[in-house]
C-alpha cells in the first residue's frame, strides 16, 4: 500500500517564477493539506481540500494556490516566489468523508529553494 | 486559536537514559494532541495521538505521554534512549471544530550520546 508520495523531490526556482508542487494521498484517503516547514522551524498550515474544494486556510499570502483532482491528488502552486518561500513542503492525507480521521499521514516532502 | 509549547529545542541524553520531551498547549475547546517525529531529509512520522480517551497513551518505538488537562500538557517520554531515537520531535494540536488541521510547536531535537 503506497503512502503519500510527493512529486518532485527537490526543486529550485528564481525570485519572481511560479512553481507547482504535486501530492498523491494514501490510498482510501479523502483529504489533503499542505504545510510548510521553513528551516529550523514546525510545519505551518496552508490549506486543505476536500472534495475538489479548499476546506481550511492558514495565513498564507494568496500567492499560495491549490487545487484537488476527481482522484483527490492535489497541486499547491506559489506565484511570484520569493527568497521566504524556501522550505520544505510537506502533503498530509487523512480521510474526512466518513466523519472527522484525527490523524495525517505525512508524505517526505518537497524540498524548495529560492534563489 | 490553539498554539503549543515545546520547551527546549534541544535536548541531549545519554544511550539507555530516560527520555522527557516536554510540549504544553493552549485552546479554549478539548484538542486532540499528537507527537510526531522527523528523521534528516524526511516526512513526519506519527508517534502517539491522544484524542479523548485514555489519558496515558502508548505509542510506536517505546514512546508514550500522558494528557495532563489541569496543566495543559502532553510531555513524551521513553525509558530507555537509543541511538536510533535521534530525530526531531513535533508535538502538534488539533481541535473538533477546525476539522483536523495541525498546529505544529517548534520542535525539539533529540541527540543520543553513546
Known amino acids: 500500500d503506497a503512502g503519500v508520495t510527493q512529486s518532485p523531490t527537490h526543486l529550485i526556482k528564481t525570485r519572481g517564477q511560479q512553481v507547482t508542487l504535486r501530492c498523491s494521498p494514501k490510498s482510501g484517503h479523502d483529504t489533503v493539506s499542505w504545510y510548510q516547514q521553513a528551516l529550523g522551524q514546525g510545519p505551518q498550515f496552508i490549506f486543505q481540500y476536500y472534495e475538489e474544494e479548499e476546506r481550511q486556510r492558514g495565513n498564507f499570502p494568496d500567492r499560495f494556490s491549490g487545487h484537488q483532482f476527481p482522484n483527490y491528488s492535489s497541486e499547491l502552486n506559489v506565484n511570484a516566489l520569493l527568497l521566504g518561500d524556501s522550505a520544505l513542503y510537506l502533503c498530509?492525507?487523512?480521510?474526512?468523508?466518513?466523519?472527522?480521521?484525527?490523524?495525517?499521514?505525512f508524505g517526505p516532502g518537497t524540498r524548495l529553494t529560492v534563489t | 486559536a490553539q498554539s503549543v509549547t515545546q520547551l527546549g529545542s534541544h535536548v541531549s541524553v545519554s544511550e539507555g537514559a530516560l527520555v522527557l520531551l516536554r510540549c504544553n498547549y493552549s485552546s479554549s475547546v478539548p484538542p486532540y494532541l499528537f507527537w510526531y517525529v522527523q528523521y534528516p531529509n524526511q516526512g513526519l512520522q506519527l508517534l502517539l495521538k491522544?484524542?479523548?480517551?485514555?489519558?496515558l497513551v502508548k505509542g510506536i518505538n517505546g514512546f508514550e505521554a500522558e494528557f495532563k488537562k489541569s496543566e495543559t500538557s502532553f510531555h513524551l517520554t521513553k525509558p530507555s534512549a537509543h541511538m536510533s531515537d535521534a530525530a526531531e520531535y513535533f508535538c502538534?494540536?488539533?481541535?473538533?471544530?477546525?476539522?483536523?488541521?495541525?498546529?505544529f510547536g517548534g520542535g525539539t531535537r533529540l541527540m543520543v550520546k553513546p
Open positions: 502538534a494540536v488539533s481541535v473538533r471544530n477546525a476539522g483536523n488541521m495541525l498546529t
Open positions: 491522544y484524542t479523548s480517551a485514555a489519558t
Open positions: 498530509a492525507s487523512s480521510l474526512l468523508g466518513t466523519g472527522i480521521s484525527y490523524e495525517q499521514y
